[in-house]
């Protein structure tokens, strides 16, 4: 009775707090909402305009690319120019050289980089931790620092004016161990014991436990190497002096002469380069968004 007659009233009584309402469970007001995404429209819009600039001047003459006041979209539609430009150039040969050595080097970085990784996450031996810092710390190095004494590498080892050049020196990349390190990282450890303690080796963890959770991370890692290598213009550029051997960022030199440069045909021949990058990253864009937005395990 006296635990009755203590109890404050009804109304002295803290109310729980009130729910939120539609505007707060969505994340904001609908005016923020509406601010962001226009200002993702407009952020968008200006990253597409180069890409919108190239289009516009494939279909060009070559006197009407920088022509003043500038035309968006030309008086006439030169579609010609995407079929001329398999005569001037052997543009089919190009895009295969580049996508053998984007393929290559990809496939080279996946089985290297995700390798690597698994044995500074997952294997434990005295001073992996600071051999991976020093091996991450040479991402900071740029390449110009050491471009010449590779060159002098590749030369005496008569290794120049091959793609052997290109794919010994890109088929290891301290980027692709760290992010796949840190998606091991996310794994638990558990997995591994369990699998050790019912007799399965470190190389059977790697191929049947580690690997099959790490497509998103897998996929993530494939497309930036394959974009990388595709775009790469220096590297070729130093090992590559055959015209059977140029990739397509070398073939498209071909346009720019001593005295001018064909720059309709050149945005031409930029426009079906950037064709493959474009198809890849739409089939694989859910596995990359998925390896670099999470870092665990599906539950």
């Known amino acids: 009775m006296t635990a009755l007659h203590d109890a404050p009233p009804a109304a002295a009584r803290p109310r729980p707090p009130a729910a939120p309402e539609d505007g707060d469970r969505s994340g904001g007001s609908p005016i923020r909402k509406a601010l962001a995404y226009l200002s993702l429209t407009v952020v968008t819009l200006i990253v597409l305009v180069p890409f919108a600039w190239m289009v516009s001047s494939s279909l060009k003459r070559d006197n009407e690319v920088f022509a003043i006041p500038m035309q968006w979209i030309p008086q006439e539609l030169r579609w010609s120019n995407f079929v001329e430009i398999w005569d001037r150039i052997p543009l089919l040969t190009y895009l295969g050289n580049s996508a053998f050595l984007s393929l290559t080097i990809t496939l080279l970085q996946l089985l290297t980089g995700s390798f690597a990784a698994y044995g500074f996450s997952k294997v434990r031996f005295p001073g992996r ?78 191929w049947r436990i580690i690997l099959p959770l790490s497509k998103p991370a897998l996929a993530s890692l494939a497309l930036l190497t394959f974009v990388n290598t595709w775009n790469d213009y220096m590297g070729p550029f130093i090992y590559l002096t055959d015209n059977e051997l140029w990739t397509v960022q070398l073939g498209l030199r071909s346009f720019v002469g001593q005295y001018d440069a064909d720059y309709a045909m050149m945005m031409t021949g930029a426009v079906l380069s950037v064709l493959p990058i474009l198809v890849i990253f739409l089939v694989g864009q859910r596995y990359f968004i998925r390896g670099i937005a999470t870092s665990g395990l599906k539950g």
Do not use: H
Request: charged residues 10%.
């Open 129 to 206: 931790d600071a051999l991976f810092l020093a091996y991450i710390a040479t991402i900071a190095v740029p390449w110009q620092a050491y471009m010449v004494p590779q060159y002098i590498m590749m030369q005496q080892a008569e290794l120049t004016n091959t793609y052997w050049a290109i794919i010994l020196l890109q088929a290891f990349g301290a980027f692709g161990v760290f992010l796949m390190r840190q998606y091991y990282m996310s794994i638990p450890d558990d997995l591994c014991e369990a699998a050790r303690i019912d007799g399965l080796s470190e190389y059977g963890i790697y």
